[in-house]
């Protein structure tokens, strides 16, 4: 098992090697979740560069009692949502599993079958990014509620409302598109 708190410790004691291994234990879980908040690996890898650089330079603040990945998790949800806002003109694809949207388990099932991609990445990049985020954390990245308030700051209740709004606005569009 790796010791994350160790690697920063010797980061911070000018280990150079410690910090890409850090990097290289984090960087395909945060550019999954970059690039479906984001829609496009450009993008995403914007996002990712902008985070490993900001925790970087954030590694003496880093409190070991935190877990590192939520902590650099905190730092990434917050540069996609920087990143999303300050490139809101530009046409986005929602990029997301199709196990996940078919067979979504909760209190709210979203279950499309049929359905061709194209449409669904339509649909998905329509939501508000709140809801879309909301949704991203809960069904593709597998959290529990409890983990998406400590990543993003707002309240479980909350979170759970975005989920539920996301859940019903989706099976609405997927209404509408069956009886088009």
């Known amino acids: ?22 990097v290289d234990r984090y960087y395909d879980q945060c550019a999954r979740y970059a690039v ?20 970087y330079r954030a590694l003496g603040r880093y409190q070991e009692r935190d877990k590192f990945s939520a902590w650099l998790y905190r730092i990434l949800v917050n540069q996609c949502r920087s990143l999303a806002a300050r490139r809101s ?7 997301r599993e199709e196990a996940v949207l078919l067979n979504a388990t909760d ?3 979203v279950v499309w ?4 991609e194209e449409f669904v990445q339509r649909v998905l990049s ?14 593709i990245e597998e959290m529990s509620y409890e983990e998406m ?10 979170l759970k409302m975005r989920v ?3 859940a019903d606005r989706l099976r609405e569009r997927w209404e509408r598109n069956k009886h088009d």
């Open 1 to 22: 098992m790796t010791d994350d708190a160790a690697d920063v410790r010797r980061v911070l004691n000018g280990d150079v090697d410690a910090y890409a291994a850090l």
């Open 36 to 55: 479906r908040m984001l829609g496009n690996r450009d993008d995403a890898e914007d996002a990712l560069q902008a985070t490993f650089l900001r925790a």
């Open 89 to 95: 003109q530009r046409e986005r694809v929602f990029v």
């Open 107 to 109: 209190e709210h099932q």
């Open 113 to 116: 079958p049929g359905e061709d």
């Open 126 to 139: 329509d939501l508000d990014p709140l809801l879309r985020e909301a949704f991203v954390l809960k069904y």
């Open 149 to 158: 308030a400590a990543l993003t700051g707002v309240g479980v209740s909350a």
């Open 164 to 166: 539920k709004r996301a």
